[in-house]
């Protein structure tokens, strides 16, 4: 298991590095100018100058190499000041200064480093879209383990289409038509999930929840889709085991043989499928978020985007792809650790 | 076992039914889906609709005709007799006065001519890299390592990514409107074919070793006739399964596009479009968001049914009960 993991781990790296180098060609091989905007009359060599300050005089590959260094050298070393400076957990320590100095990513449109950006909106994302993909998960597993117990039963064929609607109505359309219903008509819930509310007593938790319903809402019905189907087949396959009628046969209880035995082996690819959904949610929350006016990491590479802002698409796609990348190798370790009969070496 | 090697020959059964082909057997099975006989009915309602809609219901969906805009669907009048509707605008108009029917069916020829597009060049590109790693052998290790990179892309991301850079060249080059299409329908395609590949390489590598394929072999066939003989045909019912998916994907991903702003323009719109530019006056016009929603969400819920119901009946082992 550890030298699959190292090896997977290895792997991983140029693969990352893959991922960076198609990203960035992307962004290069377009056509955009950063320079655009500038007014036609900023002299040619001033113009010069300001395309050298951004960074853009420099060859293709300098610029990639430069940015590998800045994303996986530079911004550790920042973190690890951080964590030295300002937290408790390693505050103890003397004061470290390795970024000093050293240039970190950074942003055309704020002129400030993206990851700083990245890290004060990663909160909302989280808020909204983590909690939704609890909330999906949480009702989807019962909803699965019944209907896969019941299976063909009325519960199941209304779990049925209700799954095949989850998969067929983009969240882009659930969004609105809630707000029309609850906002507008029934005047429940804000259309516009409000980012600077502070929660501080009763009162403004009960805000903060009525503004968050919605889009957990829109989030949570794709997520109990796809994993209510991954329960209810995994159940399915573990009922008609032998080990089952072995219980029965015992005289265990028919709750305990379903919610003991069964659900614990069927858990197994489950909690895979959960690992590896995680990073797609993030990149599906760009919609939800922009219907609800989120100003999430989502919100943030749509604006970065329209301003041509490449450093911060560059940073916050690839942050993207390593999430999956990450995400992946802990769904294959978790499965090579949850089930005894898997054996990667 | 004994009394039937005792029936004399001619005793035997004469089937009295013809032969039937493996293809209505496929559509006897395909028939038992209830939910997949709906959802093909409905497709084939509105892949009609947008087809032959635009030449029964003339009116020009870019028409503007400011003394009737904002006008309400007829059928707000059963329960607001106030409301403003014309029979001349059964589903409405906008705020420019276009006629929302008229968009509607336009908008869906353009969202099911980018469905299908993007869909075939996927099936197309999956189903080569799939045949291709799974017959030979020196190829799959590479292949199939190039198809996990992909997959570990971040795909919505380098959509947007894409679209935005890469609009105004193929716009210039191509015309607002084409240019767009083969944009969207060649991202869409060139990003989504990597499950198509997986599944028929799979399959393809289990069928490789049957002893047809070796037969094939032993007479001396090329592998190029033995893949386009032997292996296309029998890899047919995956394929068809993951190009329903595909289409269904296709179509929401391009009204997602269209939903963010980075789709087509404003003037050439798809069911996307409408929906997106409609949100802004949601409340006062709910219909507006509704419709098109209603369509892309209706299209994409038949074509998921029909996949499943596809599943079934092409599954050999299912289709004999």
Known sequence: ?345 | MTEQTATPKSFEPVPTAPPRSQWADVWRQFRRHKGALFGGGFLVFITLAVLVGPYLWTVDPQKLNIRFKDIRPIYTALWDGDAKVNWAHPLGSDNLGRDILANLLSGGRASMAVGWAAMLISVVIGTVIGVVAGFFKRLDGLFMRFTDLVLSLPILPLLLVAVTLFRQPLRKNFGPETGMFILIVAIIGITSWMQTARIVRGEVLALKEREFILAARSIGTKPFKIITRHLLPNVLSPIMVSATLGLATAIITESALSFLGVGFPSDFPTWGKLLSDAVPRMEEFPERVVLPGLMISLTVLSVNYIGDGLRDALDPRIRGR
């Open chain 1, 1 to 345: 298991m550890l030298t699959y993991t190292i090896r997977r781990l290895l792997f991983s790296i140029p693969t990352l590095l893959f991922i960076s180098l198609i990203i960035f060609l992307l962004l290069e091989l377009a056509p955009g100018d950063p320079m655009a905007q500038v007014p036609l009359t900023v002299p040619p060599d001033v113009k010069q100058k300001m395309r050298e300050a951004l960074g853009l005089g420099e060859p293709l590959h300098i610029r990639y190499v430069k940015w590998l260094i800045q994303f996986f050298w530079v911004e550790p070393q920042v973190f690890v000041d951080w964590l030295t400076r300002d937290t408790w957990l390693l505050g103890w320590l003397p004061d470290t200064s390795f970024s000093e100095g050293k240039l970190r990513v950074i942003s055309w449109q704020t002129r400030s480093p993206v990851m700083d950006i990245v890290i004060q909106r990663i909160p909302q994302t989280l808020w909204v879209v983590g909690l939704a993909y609890v909330v999906g998960i949480l009702i989807a597993l019962p909803i699965g383990i019944y209907s896969a117990y019941r299976q063909y039963s009325i519960f199941d064929q209304a779990g049925t289409f209700v799954t095949m609607i989850g998969f067929s109505i983009p969240p882009f359309f659930t969004g609105p038509l809630l707000i029309v219903v609850f906002a507008v008509g029934l005047g429940w819930f804000p259309s516009i999930y409000d980012t600077t509310h502070v929660v501080r007593d009763w009162a403004s938790f009960k805000i903060q929840l009525q503004q968050m319903i919605m889009p957990v809402m829109v989030l949570a019905l794709q997520t109990t889709a796809q994993i209510s189907r991954f329960m209810r087949s995994s159940m399915l396959d573990n009922l008609n085991q032998d080990y089952v009628r072995t219980a029965r046969a015992k005289g265990l209880k028919e709750s305990v043989v379903v919610m003991v035995h069964v659900l614990r082996n069927s858990m197994i690819p489950v909690v895979t499928v959960i690992a590896l959904g995680i990073p797609s949610i993030f990149g599906g929350a760009i919609i939800t978020e922009n219907v609800f006016k989120v100003n999430g990491v989502g919100q943030l590479l749509l604006t970065a985007l329209f301003a041509n802002d490449l450093p911060m698409v560059q940073t916050l796609t690839f942050i993207f792809a390593l999430l999956i990348v990450v995400f992946n190798l802990i769904a294959d370790i978790l499965y090579g650790l949850l089930d005894p009969r898997i054996r990667y070496d």
